[in-house]
């Protein structure tokens, strides 16, 4: 079973993060029988969300994890994303190769490298699911290498990304998931995933 909860950031651990908030981001595992068991911890704003946000973000888990098979993932290289300290509503990724050479890939394949790269989905606690702007995004042709072991890092603002979601804050905490595909040249599990709490802003 995978329990993603939130963490008391008096006491830092590896689940933790900086920005107001809890996450659960990491391959996902699918389970021998197909059917993964989910349980979602919210710990949010006074008294819990309500009950029709609770079964929707329990959905929303469900349908990320079904999907998700971490089969030969590797210790040394994956994807680690995180709201970034230094810029509001900025999620930032870290991808980390570990195939046993340099390799060369397309810039857009990172999930922050095209709008089609990267699925993002946001859903209030109320169960409302916010717009997401998807502009035409056309695949550019540069290219990045890697050497073993290597990362690369870059963001994507949440702001561009959905409409509304300032304002949304301002009244209601904000669940947001995200699923990437990893090419096969990093040498790490294709499927990657997670769950980030945006705070309500008081």
């Known amino acids: 079973m995978l329990q993603t909860d939130c963490v008391d950031k008096s006491k830092p651990t590896k689940q933790s993060w900086?920005?107001?908030?809890?996450?659960?981001s990491h391959p996902l595992l699918t389970a021998k029988d197909g059917a993964p068991s989910v349980v979602l911890g919210y710990r949010g704003t006074k008294g819990g969300p309500p009950a029709r946000g609770a079964v929707i973000v329990r959905l929303v888990i469900l349908l990320l994890v079904s999907s998700f098979n971490a089969s030969?993932?590797?210790?040394t290289g994956g994807v680690q994303a995180e709201m970034a300290a230094q810029k509001p509503l900025s999620l930032r990724f870290n991808v980390t190769s570990a195939a046993p050479s340099r390799i060369t890939l397309l810039r857009y394949l990172l999930p922050w490298g095209n709008v089609n790269s990267i699925v993002l989905l946001a859903v209030t606690g109320h169960g409302e699911v916010l717009q997401r702007d998807m502009p035409i995004d056309d695949p550019s042709n540069q290219k990045i290498s890697l050497d073993p072991g290597e990362s690369v890092s870059g963001a994507i603002d949440l702001r561009?990304?959905?409409?509304?979601?300032?304002?949304?804050?301002?009244?209601?905490d904000v669940n947001l998931f995200w699923a990437y595909h990893a090419p096969n040249e990093l040498g790490i599990s294709a499927r990657w995933g997670g769950w980030?709490?945006?705070?309500?802003?008081h």
């Open 18 to 24: 900086e920005g107001g908030g809890c996450r659960a």
């Open 72 to 75: 030969g993932q590797s210790t």
């Open 196 to 201: 980030i709490l945006l705070r309500r802003r």
């Open 160 to 172: 561009k990304a959905f409409r509304g979601l300032d304002s949304t804050l301002q009244k209601d």
